[in-house]
């Protein structure tokens, strides 16, 4: 079979030959890859960056995708720390890490929409105790993650749902997704009086939105929680020391280890449902695997999705 195959922290993937691999125990499914997300955090697991844990060499890239079993199902798969990941044409599944999928699902489409999907849906549903009715503010709304953000704070019933970035053009699309509010960072005092922060940013933009949003709260002892999911403007922000003290703000983070596997697992399934019966915008683009090589670096607004 081929693969993409990293030999170093600091070296590109490479497609080439690679021996199939066969299940060394009964809880692994030997697969057939059908697309695989290009994700943050498959760049970082594979250079060794992720918090998660280090990688070991030579591997093969690939956090999660969508995969066929030897009986013809079509599943979402979730692997766990492995040196053979998704972007290869044969892969090792954990079944119970996977759900099956209806058939006739565009394969594209979910591997795209999963990972940037799953860190509201799991931050609304196992990290913080959201409810429908709830202000919602979506820092950096104009990403994969940041999109879906906002569509599934709607879907979960928030009242309000304010988008944040930094590009008014992209920003403008939101309020086709469900945004009522949409503003620039430098903006973010109007976005003062929301319970819920879902937070892709972090860094500076972060840190300069927390004081000008809490001194204008209209009642600082309502509780605020800033959800900590991404950072893609830096990977730390000068928190004021004030912002904690003036007002009711709790500054929690999701991702894994703060939310459980067997969480964010129990989430996949009514996740995958809404992802597949079209209740989320999905931007991807497919890519033979062939060509990773190309796209590996490539900073794209819709999400590279590799197949076969
Ligand atoms: N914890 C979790 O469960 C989880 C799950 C999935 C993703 N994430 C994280 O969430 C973040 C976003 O992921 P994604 O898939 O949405 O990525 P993406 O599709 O590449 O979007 C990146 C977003 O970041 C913005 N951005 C980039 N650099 C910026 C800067 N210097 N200042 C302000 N905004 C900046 C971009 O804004 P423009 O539109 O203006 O370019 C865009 O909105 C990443 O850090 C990712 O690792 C976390």
Do not use: C
Request: cysteine-free; hydrophobic content about 50%; overall charge negative.
């Amino acid at each position: 079979m081929h693969a993409a195959v990293i030999q170093a922290a600091d070296a590109p993937p490479v497609y080439r030959e690679h021996p199939a691999p066969e299940p060394r125990h009964g809880d692994e499914l030997a697969v057939e890859v059908l697309a695989a997300g290009l994700h943050h955090l498959t760049r970082a697991k594979a250079n060794g960056s992720h918090y998660s844990g280090d990688a070991a060499y030579p591997l093969v890239p690939g956090v999660d995708g969508v995969v066929r079993d030897q009986e013809g199902n079509v599943r979402y798969a979730v692997l766990d720390d492995t040196p053979l990941g998704t972007f290869a044409d044969r892969t090792l599944i954990d079944p119970r890490r996977s759900v099956i999928l209806p058939d006739g699902i565009d394969p594209v489409r979910i591997a795209a929409a999963m990972n940037p999907a799953m860190s509201s849906w799991v931050a609304l549903r196992r990290r913080v105790d959201f409810h429908a009715g709830q202000r919602v503010l979506v820092l950096g709304a104009t990403g994969n993650a940041g999109r879906m953000a906002v569509q599934i704070a709607k879907l979960f019933g928030a009242a309000h749902v304010i988008a944040a970035g930094r590009d008014a053009a992209r920003l403008s699309a939101l309020t086709a997704l469900g945004a009522d509010e949409t503003i620039t960072f430098d903006e973010v005092g109007r976005a003062a009086d929301v319970d819920v922060v879902i937070d892709y940013v972090w860094g500076e933009p972060a840190a300069g939105a927390m004081i000008p949003m809490l001194v204008a709260r209209a009642d600082r002892t309502v509780p605020l929680t800033w959800i900590q999911i991404g950072s893609v403007a830096g990977p730390t922000a000068p928190i004021p020391a004030a912002a904690l003290r003036s007002a009711r703000l709790r500054i929690v983070g999701s991702g894994i280890g703060s939310v459980p596997a067997r969480d964010i697992l129990a989430e996949l399934p009514e996740l995958a449902s809404a992802v597949t019966g079209g209740a989320i915008d999905v931007r991807a683009r497919a890519v033979p695997l062939a060509r990773i090589g190309e796209v590996w670096t490539e900073e794209t607004g819709d999400r590279i999705v590799l197949v076969p």
